[in-house]
């Protein structure tokens, strides 16, 4: 098999006519003549495009079929809209904010009955299933958004498969290069390609992953082009040529966060710092485990929510920003948000989402925003 890191450049290329162009074109078009293969822009996955081309190079590197929504979001509210109407689902108590809203207010309508669980406890999820009875999906984020509890996924998809339900997997943390969720019997990946894949902050685009031919996979590609969810061009052009330089980002990020996390556990005023690399990490053996890498997202806390917060307004080279995955570090307080707050995300959590920085310039502006915001 052609290794990951070649097939990130070489999947998704148009055909090898001479004089053509080695990248997919970026055609704006919204609507084409008839004659050839006639389409409207909501349908243009199923024609040559910078869409299908993206969707060809994700596919190849999950290995199955990829769908591109218009944003991360749009690919989760595609998975629960599938979700047969009075099926049971179960879903993280703490994982990407919105994910959780969106699979809650279905059960408010009383479309869906959620149960909400910490899924990186086995013995736990297994008995949210049982309490459901009916249950048709159950849906993971590992590691988890901010927590980065990491869910053991071939015992869950196993536990799910043996009760007739679905598993989705939310990989946005890890990309193709870290996680591949279908190896461990999922059925649907999800991504947020704004993060990692698209790797610049400057697109929105998402994406689901199924096994090809699947049921669940036909019935996302019909809800996307019910629901109009396609993605821009552009953003499936700039998709595709962030998922180029994908590995190499990937491989720089999560060396720059290791060592960061190492140094900060180190810090006389941390008192408490996550990522999936430290040896002591609760999830450092599960994540060994099953994954190529420990990520590149880290959090730690200093104790005090108002330390935390001038931590982040006195860094200079890192962004004081949300979002994560760029090349670009960014911070933030996750209990700003009160979402995040009420799902019970520590009010001094500090989340660093580690870019392609060199490391000694990201730990000189960690150190000296750690050390201004304590003495002021
Ligand atoms: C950002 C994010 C999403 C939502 O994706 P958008 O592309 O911003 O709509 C979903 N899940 C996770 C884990 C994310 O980080």
């Known amino acids: 098999m052609t290794h990951r890191r070649t097939l990130a450049v070489s999947a998704g290329r148009p055909p090898r006519t001479p004089g053509a162009g080695v990248n997919a074109p970026l055609v704006t078009s919204t609507t084409h003549h008839h004659g050839g293969e006639a389409v409207y822009r909501r349908q243009l996955g199923t024609v040559d495009s910078e869409v299908s081309a993206f969707e060809e190079a994700l596919g190849a590197l999950e ?54 669980v910490d899924t990186s406890d086995t013995e736990a999820t297994c008995a949210a299933m049982d309490d459901l009875g009916d249950v048709a999906l159950l849906w993971l984020e ?19 498969h043996a009760r007739g339900a679905l598993v989705a997997v939310d990989s946005t943390f890890n990309t193709p290069f ?34 090809p031919g699947s049921d669940v996979g036909e019935r996302l590609t019909r809800r996307r082009h019910r629901g109009g969810a396609m993605p821009g061009a552009l953003e499936a052009f700039l998709a595709l040529r962030g998922l180029r330089t994908l590995p190499l980002r990937m491989d ?10 190492a140094r900060l556990s180190q810090h006389p005023a941390v008192v408490e710092v996550r990522h999936l690399s430290l040896p002591d990490d609760p999830f450092h053996d599960r994540a060994a485990e099953q994954m190529d890498g420990y990520g590149a ?4 806390r200093l104790g005090d929510a108002a330390v935390a917060e001038r931590v982040c307004e006195s860094v200079r080279l890192i962004a004081h920003a949300t979002s994560l995955g ?28 580690v870019g392609v920085e060199h490391v000694e310039d990201l730990w000189a502006d960690l150190s000296q925003a750690i050390g201004a915001a304590r003495s002021a």
């Open 252 to 261: 720089a990020a999560q060396a720059g966060a290791a060592e960061l996390a």
């Open 326 to 353: 760029g090349v670009e570090s960014l911070i933030e307080r996750r209990a700003r948000y009160a979402g995040d707050a009420a799902h019970g995300v520590p009010d001094d959590l500090v989340r660093l989402s």
């Open 178 to 211: 870290v996680l591949r969720p279908l190896e461990f019997g999922a059925d649907v990946v999800v991504h947020s390609a704004t993060k990692y894949i698209a790797g610049h902050s400057d697109a929105l685009i998402g994406a689901t992953v199924t096994r």
């Open 63 to 116: 290995g199955g079929q990829a769908l591109a929504f218009a944003s991360g979001t749009a690919a989760t509210s595609a998975v629960f809209d599938v979700v047969p109407t009075g099926s049971g689902i179960v879903v993280p108590d703490v994982c990407y904010y919105n994910s959780r809203v969106v699979a809650e207010e279905a059960g408010d309508d009383g479309r869906l009955r959620v149960s909400v």
């Open 297 to 300: 997202v880290l959090t730690f």
């Open 142 to 160: 590992t590691p988890s958004n901010p927590m980065l509890r990491v869910s053991d996924l071939a015992a869950l998809t196993e536990a799910a």
